[in-house]
């Protein structure tokens, strides 16, 4: 319950301040990939509203960076997945040896064990 309502007090104003940043900002600018063409109002380019291109810079950065995150944890992913093999395996071995019977003491052992 907690972590619901600290969600609610997280969420409700971050929702809002991004409404508002959008609302601020819904002039229109010109997108354009081409760093060599002059900034003046005839150069070509593509018309959207300036939250938008910032929204798709701040999706696009988030998203490279959970990708590095992800290709440079497989190591420990790898390593995990191996430890969890080799726990199940042990655990199964050591189930398997308290459902097997006692075993019998040996008689040469016995006898061994006399002798001493």
Known sequence: MRKRIVGWLVLVPLCLVILVFALANRHQVAVNFNPLVGVDATAPGVGMPLFLVIYAVLFFGISLGGLAVWFTQSGHRREEKRLRRDNEKLRTDL???????????????LAADELA
Not at 100 to 108: I, K, N
């Open 95 to 109: 189930d398997k040896a308290r459902r097997a019977p006692a075993r019998q003491d040996d008689p040469a052992m």
